[in-house]
């Protein structure tokens, strides 16, 4: 019963941080935040991710370009601190890429190695993917839908299990990763209409549960 009135419980009753020192596009993802009514703390090398709450890593551009910003503010070492210690961890766009060993747009520059695996390059279409896409669920309790793209490069898990959702672009790729208390979304949930911001919602109340 407990853990029901904790998967109820309203997102403002959760407070969250954020790394504000990736690249990522905190403006957007701000306002998604504000839109459900949750408390978040915007954190960078000067002021380092407490480790007692749910983290999220929003990060867009080069994947080296990103592992060198979080490595130049110690932010690097924090998260897999903070990912080790069961805290629940988000990331989004390159930063769901950064948690794996490596890059093919980086070779020789290490990931976070939270997840096994690589990320390799589109060789079919467009590049980048830029737009509206279906994602499909291989997990039960997450739903199915349309989300907004911008990618060259999608993560290729050594662990199939760990695949949240699948999309296809001229080739079925990876596009969400979840395995125990890490969860990151290639695609961008606050730029995906209803449906992305239901997707952290998700996260929010799945966070909220693990703070039971």
């Known amino acids: 019963m407990k853990q029901l009135e904790a998967k109820t419980m309203p997102t403002e009753n959760i407070s969250i941080e954020v790394i504000d020192a990736a690249g990522g596009n905190i403006g957007s993802l701000c306002r998604a935040l504000d839109r ?60 769901l890429q950064v948690l794996f060993d490596g890059s093919e747009e980086s070779p020789g520059i290490n990931g976070l190695g939270l997840l096994e695996g690589t990320v390799v390059k589109f060789t079919e279409g467009k590049v980048p993917q830029i737009g509206w896409n279906s994602v499909i669920s291989q997990t039960p309790g997450w739903q199915s839908g349309f989300v907004y793209f911008v990618n060259s490069y999608f993560a290729s898990p050594k662990q199939p299990d760990v695949v949240l959702y699948q999309s296809e672009y001229f080739k079925p790729f990876c596009a969400a990763v979840k395995k125990g208390n890490i969860t990151a979304f290639q695609f961008h949930p606050e730029k995906s209409g209803p449906f992305g911001i239901g997707l952290l919602k998700h996260w929010l109340d799945d966070a909220a549960l693990c703070k039971e």
């Open 36 to 95: 459900l009514g949750a408390s978040y703390t915007l954190v960078n090398g000067e002021s380092l991710p407490t480790g007692t709450k749910p983290l999220i890593l929003p990060g867009v551009g080069n994947f080296g370009a990103v592992m060198k910003r979080l490595r130049d503010t110690k932010l690097d070492k924090r998260i897999v601190d903070i990912a080790g210690s069961g805290v629940p961890l988000l990331g989004i766009c390159v930063g």
